[in-house]
């Protein structure tokens, strides 16, 4: 079973309407940052894997861990949405293989290397936030914050806000 369900129209523009509406998303490569999160929330600087890094296998880690705290904070028929900015979003059911394309990448990564990348709980309960210009990666709500605690990616070193 395919495991990355695009939405549709009527869906794609529903949920980045509930971006705007919950989260106040103000898309921009300059004012930071670009979403109000519900607290708790913890917001990790992941700046210096931007850069020229010698741990390689960091993004593997990350990709790792945040598909189990996905898993783990989902029941086995739910569905959360994976959204990349501007381009196609999908529904994705973290008890189901994340299948990879022909690069060996999620079609929606994990790493904010280029564009605005959401994991976020089908009714917002909680959320995973790549901001790709800010060079951080934003989490609220209880369970995944327990979850990335318990499984913490060697990227999640430095807390630049929380509440």
Same mark, same amino acid.
């Given at each position: 079973?395919?495991?990355?369900? /695009?939405? #549709?129209?009527?869906?794609?523009?529903?949920?980045?309407?509930?971006?705007?509406?919950? =989260?106040? @998303? +103000?898309?921009? &490569?300059?004012?930071?940052?670009?979403?109000?999160?519900?607290?708790?929330?913890?917001?990790?600087?992941?700046?210096?894997?931007? /850069?020229? #890094?010698?741990?390689?296998?960091?993004?593997?880690?990350?990709?790792?861990?945040?598909? =189990?705290? @996905? +898993?783990?904070? &989902?029941?086995?028929?739910?569905?959360?949405?994976?959204?990349?900015?501007?381009?196609?979003?999908?529904?994705?059911?973290?008890?189901?293989?994340?299948?990879?394309?022909?690069?060996?990448?999620?079609?929606?990564?994990?790493?904010?290397?280029?564009?605005?990348?959401?994991?976020?709980?089908?009714?917002?309960?909680?959320?995973?936030?790549?901001?790709?210009?800010?060079?951080?990666?934003?989490?609220?709500?209880?369970?995944?914050?327990?979850?990335?605690?318990?499984?913490?990616?060697?990227?999640?070193?430095?807390?630049?806000?929380?509440?």
């Amino acid at each position: 079973m395919e495991n990355w369900l /695009e939405l #549709s129209e009527a869906e794609y523009e529903k949920v980045w309407n509930k971006m705007c509406e919950v =989260l106040n @998303f +103000k898309p921009s &490569t300059s004012n930071f940052p670009s979403f109000e999160v519900p607290t708790p929330f913890i917001t990790y600087d992941i700046s210096i894997y931007f /850069e020229y #890094s010698n741990d390689l296998g960091a993004y593997d880690d990350l990709e790792e861990k945040a598909l =189990l705290v @996905f +898993k783990e904070n &989902t029941s086995r028929d739910d569905y959360l949405y994976a959204l990349d900015w501007q381009h196609e979003c999908y529904w994705i059911n973290p008890g189901l293989e994340f299948e990879k394309d022909e690069f060996d990448e999620l079609k929606v990564p994990v790493f904010p290397n280029g564009d605005y990348y959401f994991f976020i709980h089908k009714d917002f309960e909680w959320g995973y936030l790549g901001h790709p210009w800010e060079k951080t990666i934003t989490i609220f709500g209880e369970g995944l914050i327990t979850g990335f605690e318990k499984h913490q990616p060697k990227m999640f070193q430095k807390v630049l806000r929380q509440g």
